[in-house]
Nanobody, 124 residues
Framework: QVQLVESGGGLVQAGGSLRLSCAAS????????MAWFRQAPGKEREFVAT????????DYADSVKGRFTISRDNTRNTAYLQMNSLKPEDTAIYYC?????????????????WGRGTQVTVSS
């Protein structure tokens, strides 16, 4: 089992930056695939970014490519999402997710551990 706790959300103006953190409990963090999803009001939860356990592979939603960067520090049991050039349409609750099998994937249903989310609001 792993518990995930997100932090770093907040209110920022368009064009600004935020860095989200996802702190994980448990001894096997370095073996987990990590990901970020987001859910805007009235919309489905959608994939944002994912990173393999070894840091060797990443994938991003087209809407955030070139603006967001996912990373991880296995010595700190923490994953990060650096968000630059934020837009009002990035406003959502951002969730950290982990899966303890397989490789990176954009499929929400394949992640078996979830945090409670952190709110990101981008004003125009």
């Amino acid at each position: 089992q792993v518990q995930l706790v997100e932090s770093g959300g907040g209110l920022v103006q368009a064009g600004g930056s935020l860095r989200l953190s996802c702190a994980a409990s448990g001894r096997a963090f370095s073996t987990y695939v990590m990901a970020w999803f987001r859910q805007a009001p009235g919309k489905e939860r959608e994939f944002v970014a994912t990173i393999s356990w070894s840091d060797a592979a990443t994938d991003y939603a087209d809407s955030v490519k070139g603006r967001f960067t996912i990373s991880r520090d296995n010595t700190r049991n923490t994953a990060y999402l650096q968000m630059n050039s934020l837009k009002p349409e990035d406003t959502a609750i951002y969730y950290c997710a982990a899966r303890n099998y397989g490789g990176i994937t954009t499929s929400r249903s394949t992640y078996n551990f979830w945090g409670r989310g952190t709110q990101v609001t981008v004003s125009s």
